[in-house]
Antibody, heavy 121, light 107 residues
């Protein structure tokens, strides 16, 4: 079965760029839509953005100017880039796959384990 | 932007109780509403999609209903493993906003 594993620096300095990778094993990333979600410590879930199986991406309007999500089919990876980070970007970051093949249903399953990124000097 | 509001924010209940959590959308989202369960330190899990369809492996004591702007998640008889935080999430329009969550605690 497909498994997702987020990876990247656990500590990023303010004003720098946060870059994370979601490594997908046990299945191809092709023909699925992929999403990044984050959760600040002790708080709720925030949708960051999604990249769709058919091409194109959509982002949370509150983050849109700073976010880029991309896929690398040769490496079976999904990537997140968030620029100009501040302490407010400190969170556990999750990648998730759309539950349905060749659609953008917005139903997320499975999820990765998540990775904590702290923004601090 | 469509906002998702859950109530209550927290809830205390006992094993065997029937509980209902409400999710309201600021505009109609038809039936494009999902529910997730999250336990401490773990990633959320999909429970219900399109308002009322149970995801594979989810016990039948969970049910969902609603359409338009008002939705509910009901657990018919709470089990010890159900104490967790529950989130609703809209899946319409390719903007996937979550509710703020409802923490279900043991009374």
């Amino acid at each position: 079965q497909v498994q997702l594993q987020e990876s990247g620096p656990g500590l990023v300095k303010p004003s720098e760029t946060l870059s994370l990778t979601c490594n997908v094993s046990g299945g191809s990333i092709s023909s699925f839509s992929w999403t990044w979600i984050r959760q600040p410590p002790g708080k709720g879930l925030e949708w960051i953005g999604s990249i769709f199986y058919s091409g194109g991406a959509n982002y949370n309007p509150s983050l849109k100017s700073r976010v880029t999500i991309s896929v690398d089919t040769s490496k079976n990876q999904v990537s997140l880039r968030l620029t100009s980070v501040t302490a407010a970007d400190t969170a556990v970051y999750y990648c998730a796959r759309d539950a349905r093949y060749s659609t953008s249903s917005g139903e997320f399953d499975p999820w990765g384990l998540g990775t904590l990124v702290t923004v601090s000097s | 932007d469509i906002q998702m509001t859950q109530s209550p924010s927290s809830l205390s209940a006992s094993v065997g109780d029937r509980v209902t959590i409400t999710c309201r959308a600021s505009q109609s989202i038809s039936g494009y509403l999902n529910w997730y369960q999250q336990k401490p330190g773990l990633a959320p899990k999909l429970l219900i999609y399109t308002a009322s369809t149970l995801h594979g492996g989810v016990p039948s004591r969970f049910s969902g209903s609603g359409s338009g702007t008002d939705f509910t998640l009901t657990i018919s008889s709470l089990q010890p493993e159900d104490f967790a935080t529950y989130y609703c999430q809209k899946s319409s329009g390719r903007e996937y906003t979550f509710g703020q969550g409802t923490k279900l605690e043991i009374k």
